[in-house]
């Protein structure tokens, strides 16, 4: 996938806002390959309506969101399954992890279905995020800005042609959002892939080629 078109894009619980200036609801915006792009928004302006939109969770918005000129609305629900796993990765604004299990489990249930990161090489994540030591510490017994690195090792365990960063950085402070910038924009560069990420005001600090407000 080389491209992600929106054309007249409105979720549709805000048709009937009187007020729904935006960079990108009701314009037409193309994010490409390769570029990096952050959205920042106001809660409640659908910043995770559109990553659920892009990932084909949700369909309750009116225009046309295409990729590569395919409108999604024609991709199968089969389809889906591939789309996700080999063109785009999503680390949810919620995280989704299993409280139940150890850090390490809960990034292996995905790099185990994708075979696509060596165990040295998850390792060096753990390490280099500063949460080495909490490889074997069950994610419910974790603070939430530790959660969000094992998201985000998780997120980077397979394949992608775009990584949607839903609120990466919220609970952490600058030092560690850096080295959350480092990791998933070097994993990004080696896949040649696109980024989007979004924010409410607190956001990784990267060389973004373009800025969306919501």
């Known amino acids: 996938m080389n491209s992600i078109s929106l054309h007249n894009v409105l979720p549709e619980v805000f048709v009937h806002r009187p007020d729904n200036s935006s960079d990108l609801w009701l314009q037409d915006v193309t994010f490409e390959r390769g570029h990096l792009y952050l959205i920042e928004a106001a809660s409640g302006t659908g ?31 089969y389809e889906w399954t591939g789309v996700r796993r080999r063109s785009l990765s999503l680390m949810f604004q919620e995280l989704r992890l299993f409280s139940e299990l150890t850090a390490w489990e809960n990034v292996q249930i995905k790099n185990q279905l994708t075979r696509h990161k060596t165990d040295a090489e998850l390792a060096a994540w753990f390490e280099a995020l500063g949460i080495a030591e909490k490889r074997d510490v069950r994610i419910g017994q974790m603070s939430f800005g530790q959660q969000q690195r094992v998201a985000l090792i998780r997120s980077l ?38 980024v989007i990420v979004t924010s409410i005001g607190h956001h990784i600090d990267l060389p973004y080629e373009r800025v969306f407000r919501l």
């Open 47 to 77: 910043k995770s309506s559109l990553c659920a939109y892009l990932t084909g969770y949700r369909r309750d918005y009116r225009g046309t969101i295409s990729f590569d000129g395919r409108d999604i609305r024609k991709i199968h629900t």
């Open 157 to 194: 365990c397979q394949s992608f042609d775009f990584l949607l960063a839903d609120e990466p950085v919220s609970h952490l402070d600058q030092d560690n959002s850096q080295a959350m910038g480092e990791v998933l924009m070097q994993e990004a560069r080696r896949q040649g892939a696109g």
